[in-house]
């Protein structure tokens, strides 16, 4: 059987320096906003070259204390793709604001910058993009729009640690970068975890300050804060696991140019273009009878995922949220995606009997 994920083998790795790591927060008497999560944040600060990171306790967190920062009004607009997890939607729900959804390029599967325009109302206050699977959204063309109607723009880069557009790193270019460390992410945790990254000092201090019950001085309240912050030992095991952050990155480009080379043309392969670094967060995809497909492969011992079975429109928690809309695109890509094994412990060979077994398909 050939796995999807497996994050024993994806840890097992690192199960010393975790071990040592543990042992010095155990020991140093301080589990919560410390040693370990500042200087956590300086690394990863410092990796995606960015002036501040600021860590949060989910990457949920990290969208919705991003919108919250802004001080929008309540019914205020945000345009994002049709076709994210649904954390993406849920964060702009959670911060009273109302998510309109623009479908993705079918190609790139990233929210599509030449459908934005048609979204904006006097209400638009901000764009919350979605790197998907690892690539990056096409920023010059969405930082125009923002920049022509004066909105704020986040970006979700829950699935894309390391990725790159024209040389920058993801969540550099907008206001905010969000950041998720759950434990399947290309940077994952042994636990939940997310940061923000911005460039924008205030922002950051008022991250800082929301993030910990909105207060900066010990007992002193300013804001109706939050209790979202990043764990100590999470942030060690953190701090351990990026210093590998680009091996496991060049672990399933390398992975990910097996398939683009050897899969058959029946297959509708992710797109790879120039100026742009993928890190395969999710190798996905499409094929037109993609159950089946599935069904096929797991009867010949591999298994797959699918994100997402079902779009964020249509799932009842949302009810009512986004009535009249049509999003074919994002149905069409949630009834043909199909994720394959792309793991930092899959082995060439294991990713070679992937691509034999569905060739043969
Ligand atoms: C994983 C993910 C999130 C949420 O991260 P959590 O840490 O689980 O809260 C948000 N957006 C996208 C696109 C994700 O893949």
Known sequence: MIAYEDLKKVNSRFFDEYSDVFKRVLHSGWYILGQEVTQFELDFAHYCKVKHCVGVASGLDALVLALKQFSFSAGDEVIMPSNSYIASVLSV???????????????????????????ITTKTKAILVVHLYGKMCDMNA???????????????????????????????IGDFGAYSFYPTKNLGALGDGGALITNSTPAAQQIKVLRNYGSSVKYVNDEVGYNSRLDEVQAAFLGVKLKYLDAINAHKRMLASIYLSELKERFILPVVSNGYEDVYHIFAIRHHDRDRLRGYLLDNGVKTEVHYPISPHQQKAVKGVFTGGIFPIAEEIQNTVLSLPISFAHTQDEILQVIDILNKF
């Open 93 to 119: 729900l959670h911060a009273g604001l109302k998510p309109v959804l623009v479908e993705p390029d079918i190609h790139s599967y990233n929210i599509d910058p030449t459908l934005i325009e048609a979204a």
């Open 142 to 172: 969405i930082m125009a729009v923002a920049a022509k109607y004066n909105l704020r723009v986040i970006e979700d880069c829950a699935q894309s640690h390391g990725a790159k557009y024209r040389g920058e790193m993801a969540g550099t």
